[in-house]
């Protein structure tokens, strides 16, 4: 099993930066793409972000594109989402998960809330 656990949501008015990171704990050793997803109140969860196992390639929502980031240190079992100029549609509870059963996103991490305002 892979636990995962979100942490650096907060406020933050638009134009800002935010650095999300996620702590993986349990199977680590295995190989797995990593992902940030997204779900505002009333919307559909949505993709964000993800990145292969070793890093060396990683890819975005267009929203996105140019302004937020993500990497991973297996070493640290960690992955990150830095999120710079923010805007107020990014507002949502940010999840991270791990492709741990083949193409399927299967395990997630409880969420961490980012609030943007104007």
């Known amino acids: 099993q892979v636990q995962l656990v979100e942490s650096g949501g907060g406020l933050v008015q638009a134009g800002g930066s935010l650095r999300l990171s996620c702590a993986a704990s349990g199977r680590t050793f295995s190989s797995y793409a990593m992902g940030w997803f997204r779900q505002a109140p009333g919307k559909e969860r949505e993709f964000v972000a993800g990145?292969?196992?070793?890093?060396?390639?990683?890819w975005y929502s267009d929203s996105v594109k140019g302004r937020f980031t993500i990497s991973r240190d297996n070493a640290k079992n960690t992955v990150t989402l830095q999120m710079n100029s923010l805007k107020p549609e990014d507002m949502a509870v940010y999840y991270c998960?791990?492709?741990?059963?083949?193409?399927?996103?299967?395990?997630w991490g409880q969420g961490t809330q980012v609030t943007v305002s104007s």
């Open positions: 998960a791990a492709r741990t059963d083949g193409s399927k996103w299967a395990s």
């Open positions: 990145i292969s196992w070793h890093g060396g390639n990683s």
